[in-house]
């Protein structure tokens, strides 16, 4: 089984920045992609940005110029720079991670969440 811990949320003023992280652990052959969903009060699920080996990656159009997604291979980890931060950017941040599992089997794994807050 695949566990994601999850860090870095908190409360930001606008205009600052966070950096989230998420750790990928167990019995993992390969991870394919690993992204960034948020759900913010009121509202569905969204996607905040992927990245598909290390070089291929899609951001949600609200956050285009603003977040970067990376990841370390070596580490399972994805990181998310967010920058420029608005309002409506509070919503609890989840990380998703697809991969194949040490049995073969394709594996789809979700974290807790982390709660990001800006201030106006």
């Known amino acids: 089984q695949v566990q994601l811990a999850e860090s870095g949320g908190g409360l930001v003023q606008a205009g600052g920045s966070l950096r989230l992280s998420c750790v990928a652990s167990?019995?993992?052959?390969?991870?394919?992609?690993m992204g960034w969903y948020r759900r913010a009060p009121g509202k569905q699920r969204e996607l905040v940005a992927a990245i598909i080996g290390s070089v291929i990656t899609t951001y949600g159009d609200s956050v285009k110029g603003r977040f970067t997604i990376s990841r370390d291979n070596a580490k399972n980890t994805v990181f998310l720079q967010m920058n420029s931060l608005k309002p409506e950017d509070t919503a609890i941040y989840y990380c998703?991670?697809?991969?194949?599992?040490?049995?073969?089997?394709?594996?789809?794994?979700w974290g807790q969440g982390t709660q990001v807050t800006v201030s106006s």
């Open positions: 998703n991670v697809e991969g194949i599992d040490g049995l073969g089997q394709r594996f789809n794994s």
């Open positions: 167990g019995a993992i052959a390969r991870i394919n992609t």
